[in-house]
């Protein structure tokens, strides 16, 4: 369309040459008028220093550079995560580059080619797609540049992670003995534990682990750990999994489905793999007017848990893995790679099973972290980087 | 200077009113024979299915989808549909729980997220019938601009009430039933009234039907289209309300299925998508229908993957089973 002047007025025309009309013309400049908030809503989201690819820089820095590719920026739990490793970095002088891995394949590997580009000393790659591990290491390798996966390890490098087993197993061995004392046994308490189907095998091993730990100590029916499936639905006379898709709606629904099978004299111990997900169950659990034959058990640390955990008679246990913290470990780790350390195949981050006794020590009153766990006699070294000791909140370890 | 307007053919289902009726009949006694047979074989499937409580639960799991549901079925037969619904939802749950958060009282929070939801309407209807966009683009936009609104206001973590008296919905009455179930049996009334006996209601089917005709006979279809969507937002938004007042939380994860279970639910009622069939009764079946199989399976302890397979095949097959139907009865008349 443009614009040809006809007796010194402008007259629109359409690429046709048709003179288009007024109810035409207002059309168009009202789905121009709508669009363009939709379209610069686009452009900040997409031209902003923050999205994909590069998302800035910390200051000058010191002896080391360190490229950093977080999973996602948005969402609370990982713009902390990044903020704690650009924070941490400053502490320890070192300076880093943030990426945004965007949780999608093509953006992950299009910041590793970018990361390599800038040869920085080591490479921090928190990447959420399995199965693309393999391309990201031939980037890495070609480039010769050390790297630390988070989370999903990558072949060839070093892998900083939680271990969900031991979340699960440690979560039953503090809610099953609070049972046995309130005089729950085997005969008359059923474990549901509420899965997320389509978050992978590693991070539902929390409540598997949570199901065969408590089976063995309260003497039910034991299974094998990898029997317990994402497709198991009973997993024995005792025990019974739903899949809440670790979503709060999701396992409201799943458990207030679950709530009609089980008998409502028995005692119930309840376990999903996330906060969110635990406070959906635990909603239907006490709709159903269940809460007072039930235990539950949360998992991640979440302001609203820990509010349960202090608040909530039932809600006796919560594991913290402490996201927010993960960036001093990390620089920590990464200082180690640099300085030729022997480094474990798995670094742990810090995890605590949180008791009412325990949370005051670790939380303050705002969920904001107070103190670390010790270290694991594996993450030692990390200690010998002198970083941590920066920090002055880790439990047993001095400042410098 | 006369002016020539293009004849435009009326379509067969206007031909008489009676085959129409006939056919909406036909379709709402199908489904419903369908939910029948459900029943009855979750009922000898599983020991736990055919009690009062499950009844109850089964109607409280259906519950924010039904009023989503509600909204869709009027965007639907006025020939459009609203896949907003999904980031609506959740910006009225995250909303209506930061509202409570700040003191205000229930009643001011719910019409303030009325609000919210209405004004998305709003957009979503003028980008429809002003900007002539598609309402499959059109909605699509809102809903990952709504999604990412519900995410920005609750920086993506769960906002558990402060006061659990902002949860009054989920209060239950002497028969255990929550009064958001009575609210969705409320407005399907509403909604049955308004499409059956009103001439707004009328409209919507004769604009569904023939949209071009209906501007020709004196309709104003484009400010009935922007209601259409201010009506079907404002209705997701209370969804969003019910669902936060269900969980005592506001989270951006909660109503992701529910533009196509909505839409599901609705074509399953009888209704299509072309526009101009449809009604109340039958989507509130569908409703019914797609939660009742999700409760049986459960029950039945049927892994959640065989559980999303089923619930599509059951789907396709009642179409199918409509579609032929409809086919059988047009061959007769």
Same mark, same amino acid.
């Given at each position: 369309?443009?614009?040809?002047? #006809?007796?010194?007025?402008?007259?629109?025309?359409?690429?046709?040459?048709?003179?288009?009309?007024?109810?035409?013309?207002?059309?168009?400049?009202?789905?121009?008028?709508?669009? *363009?908030? =939709?379209? @610069?809503?686009?452009?900040?989201?997409?031209?902003?220093?923050?999205?994909?690819?590069?998302?800035?820089?910390n200051?000058?820095?010191?002896?080391y550079?360190?490229?950093?590719?977080?999973?996602?920026?948005?969402?609370?739990?990982?713009?902390?995560?990044?903020?704690?490793?650009?924070?941490?970095?400053?502490?320890?002088?070192?300076?880093?580059?943030?990426?945004?891995?965007?949780?999608?394949?093509?953006?992950?590997?299009? #910041?590793?080619?970018?990361?390599?580009?800038?040869?920085?000393?080591?490479?921090?790659?928190?990447?959420? /797609?399995?199965?693309?591990?393999?391309?990201?290491?031939?980037?890495?390798?070609?480039?010769?540049?050390p790297?630390?996966?988070?989370? =999903?390890? +990558?072949?060839?490098?070093?892998?900083f992670?939680?271990?969900n087993?031991?979340i699960?197993?440690?979560?039953?061995? /503090?809610?099953?003995?609070?049972?046995?004392? *309130?005089?729950?046994?085997?005969?008359?308490?059923?474990?549901?534990i509420?899965?997320g189907?389509?978050?992978?095998v590693?991070?539902?091993?929390?409540?598997?682990?949570?199901?065969?730990?408590?089976?063995? *100590?309260m003497?039910?029916?034991?299974?094998?750990?990898?029997?317990?499936?994402?497709?198991?639905?009973?997993?024995?006379?005792?025990?019974?999994?739903?899949?809440?898709?670790?979503?709060?709606?999701?396992?409201?629904?799943?458990?207030?489905?679950?709530?009609?099978?089980?008998?409502?004299?028995?005692?119930?111990?309840?376990?999903?793999?996330?906060d969110?997900?635990?406070?959906?169950?635990?909603?239907?659990?006490?709709e159903?007017?269940?809460?007072?034959?039930?235990?539950?058990?949360?998992?991640?640390?979440?302001?609203?848990?820990?509010?349960?955990?202090?608040?909530?008679?039932?809600?006796?246990?919560?594991?913290?893995?402490?996201?927010? #913290?993960?960036g001093?470990?990390?620089?920590? *780790?990464?200082?180690?790679?640099?300085?030729?350390?022997?480094?474990?195949?798995?670094t742990?981050?810090?995890?605590?099973?949180?008791?009412k006794?325990?949370v005051?020590?670790?939380?303050?009153?705002d969920?904001?972290?107070k103190?670390?766990?010790?270290?694991?006699?594996?993450n030692?070294?990390?200690?010998?980087?002198? $970083?941590?000791?920066?920090?002055?909140?880790?439990?047993?370890l001095?400042?410098? | &200077?006369?002016?020539? +307007?293009?004849?435009?053919?009326?379509?067969?289902?206007?031909s008489?009113?009676?085959?129409? @009726?006939?056919?909406?009949?036909?379709?709402?006694?199908?489904?419903?024979?369908?939910?029948?047979?459900?029943v009855?074989?979750?009922?000898f499937?599983?020991?736990h299915?055919?009690?009062?409580?499950?009844?109850?639960?089964?109607?409280?799991?259906?519950?924010?989808?039904g009023? /989503?549901?509600i909204?869709?079925?009027?965007a639907?037969?006025?020939?459009?549909?609203?896949?907003?619904?999904?980031?609506?939802?959740?910006?009225g @749950?995250?909303?209506?729980?930061?509202?409570?958060n700040?003191?205000w009282?229930?009643?001011?929070a719910?019409?303030?997220?009325?609000?919210?939801?209405?004004?998305?309407?709003? $957009? #979503?209807?003028?980008?429809?019938?002003? /900007?002539?966009?598609?309402?499959?683009?059109?909605?699509?936009?809102?809903?990952?601009?709504?999604?990412?609104?519900?995410?920005?206001?609750?920086?993506?973590?769960?906002?558990?009430?402060?006061?659990?008296?902002?949860?009054?919905?989920?209060?239950?009455?002497a028969?255990?039933?929550?009064?958001?179930?009575?609210?969705?049996?409320?407005?399907?009334?509403?909604?049955?009234v &308004?499409?059956?006996?009103?001439?707004f209601?009328?409209?919507?089917?004769?604009?569904?039907?023939?949209?071009?005709?209906?501007?020709?006979?004196?309709?104003?279809?484009?400010?009935?289209? $922007?209601?259409?969507?201010v009506?079907?937002?404002a209705?997701?938004?209370?969804?969003?309300?019910?669902?936060?007042?269900?969980?005592?939380?506001?989270?951006?994860?909660?109503?992701?299925?529910?533009a196509?279970?909505s839409?599901?639910?609705?074509?399953?009622?009888?209704?299509?998508?072309?526009?101009?069939?449809?009604?109340?009764?039958?989507?509130?079946?569908?409703v019914?229908?797609?939660?009742?199989?999700?409760?049986? &399976?459960?029950? &039945?302890?049927?892994?959640?993957?065989?559980?999303?397979?089923?619930?599509?095949s059951?789907?396709?097959?009642?179409? @199918?089973?409509g579609?032929?139907?409809?086919?059988?009865?047009?061959?007769?008349?």
């Amino acid at each position: 369309m443009d614009a040809e002047t #006809n007796q010194n007025i402008r007259v629109l025309v359409d690429s046709t040459g048709r003179r288009l009309s007024r109810r035409e013309v207002l059309r168009l400049a009202a789905g121009f008028g709508l669009s *363009m908030p =939709v379209i @610069a809503g686009l452009l900040a989201a997409c031209g902003g220093d923050d999205d994909d690819g590069a998302a800035g820089e910390n200051g000058d820095g010191g002896e080391y550079f360190f490229a950093f590719a977080n999973v996602l920026e948005s969402g609370e739990l990982f713009v902390q995560f990044g903020d704690g490793v650009i924070e941490a970095a400053e502490v320890a002088g070192v300076r880093v580059k943030r990426y945004n891995n965007n949780l999608d394949a093509e953006t992950t590997l299009s #910041n590793a080619r970018l990361m390599v580009q800038d040869q920085p000393d080591l490479i921090l790659e928190y990447n959420g /797609v399995e199965g693309i591990g393999e391309s990201l290491r031939q980037i890495f390798d070609d480039a010769n540049i050390p790297f630390i996966a988070i989370n =999903v390890p +990558i072949p060839g490098g070093h892998w900083f992670n939680l271990v969900n087993r031991e979340i699960g197993a440690d979560t039953a061995r /503090v809610v099953v003995p609070i049972a046995q004392e *309130m005089g729950w046994t085997a005969a008359d308490t059923t474990v549901l534990i509420v899965q997320g189907s389509t978050a992978g095998v590693e991070v539902n091993d929390c409540v598997r682990y949570f199901y065969v730990t408590a089976a063995e *100590m309260m003497g039910m029916e034991e299974v094998a750990p990898e029997s317990i499936t994402a497709e198991t639905t009973r997993i024995s006379d005792t025990g019974l999994q739903v899949d809440g898709l670790a979503t709060l709606e999701e396992s409201y629904t799943a458990v207030n489905n679950a709530l009609q099978t089980i008998p409502e004299d028995r005692h119930i111990l309840l376990y999903t793999i996330n906060d969110d997900s635990t406070i959906g169950a635990w909603r239907a659990v006490t709709e159903a007017q269940r809460d007072a034959n039930t235990l539950v058990a949360g998992l991640g640390g979440s302001v609203a848990a820990l509010q349960e955990l202090r608040n909530n008679p039932q809600w006796v246990a919560e594991g913290s893995i402490f996201t927010t #913290n993960w960036g001093q470990y990390l620089i920590a *780790m990464g200082i180690a790679v640099m300085e030729d350390m022997e480094i474990p195949e798995l670094t742990k981050s810090p995890q605590v099973i949180l008791t009412k006794e325990t949370v005051d020590t670790y939380y303050d009153a705002d969920g904001h972290v107070k103190l670390l766990p010790p270290l694991v006699p594996e993450n030692e070294y990390l200690a010998e980087t002198g $970083v941590l000791q920066k920090f002055n909140n880790i439990e047993g370890l001095e400042s410098s | &200077m006369s002016r020539v +307007i293009e004849a435009v053919p009326m379509p067969r289902r206007w031909s008489t009113a009676r085959e129409n @009726a006939l056919q909406a009949g036909l379709q709402l006694i199908g489904i419903g024979a369908v939910y029948v047979i459900i029943v009855i074989f979750f009922s000898f499937a599983t020991e736990h299915f055919f009690t009062y409580s499950n009844g109850i639960n089964v109607l409280t799991n259906v519950t924010v989808i039904g009023i /989503v549901a509600i909204g869709q079925t009027i965007a639907i037969i006025s020939g459009g549909f609203d896949l907003s619904v999904s980031g609506v939802v959740p910006l009225g @749950a995250v909303s209506f729980a930061i509202l409570t958060n700040a003191g205000w009282p229930v009643t001011l929070a719910i019409m303030m997220v009325l609000l919210i939801g209405a004004s998305v309407g709003v $957009v #979503n209807g003028l980008v429809v019938t002003i /900007v002539g966009i598609n309402p499959l683009i059109a909605t699509l936009g809102t809903l990952s601009i709504t999604s990412g609104l519900a995410y920005t206001l609750s920086k993506g973590v769960t906002i558990p009430f402060q006061n659990r008296g902002a949860g009054v919905l989920a209060d239950k009455t002497a028969g255990g039933i929550s009064y958001y179930v009575l609210l969705l049996l409320f407005l399907s009334i509403v909604g049955f009234v &308004m499409l059956r006996y009103t001439v707004f209601g009328r409209m919507l089917y004769a604009i569904g039907g023939n949209r071009e005709a209906s501007r020709l006979a004196g309709m104003r279809v484009n400010l009935v289209t $922007v209601l259409v969507y201010v009506t079907c937002s404002a209705l997701a938004a209370l969804a969003g309300v019910v669902v936060a007042s269900q969980l005592l939380a506001g989270s951006a994860t909660v109503g992701s299925q529910a533009a196509l279970q909505s839409i599901a639910a609705v074509i399953l009622g009888g209704a299509a998508l072309t526009g101009g069939v449809g009604g109340i009764p039958g989507t509130l079946i569908g409703v019914l229908v797609l939660g009742t199989v999700s409760n049986g &399976m459960a029950l &039945m302890q049927v892994p959640a993957f065989y559980q999303q397979i089923a619930t599509g095949s059951i789907l396709l097959l009642a179409v @199918a089973f409509g579609r032929l139907r409809n086919i059988l009865v047009g061959e007769q008349s």
